[in-house]
């Protein structure tokens, strides 16, 4: 009963591992460089806005807009 559960102690830890493995390689394709202009509305992006976030890709509108669970375009 033991070696069933240490098995199993084992494998949700090597998962758990998986996931956290697979997080940190998705995090790696981003690029650091922000974007110049919004991805959604195509206006600027400030300077300090993409010195304060590192690849950003919105301005503060559409972030806040999309954090509210606003749907850009249908």
Known sequence: ?????????????MERLNGIALAAKDMSKRSPVSLTHCLECGD???EKRREAEPGCELCVECKAWKEKGGAFWP
């Open 44 to 46: 600027p992006i400030p």
């Open 1 to 13: 009963m033991s070696d069933d559960v240490d098995r199993a102690s084992k494998y949700e830890s």
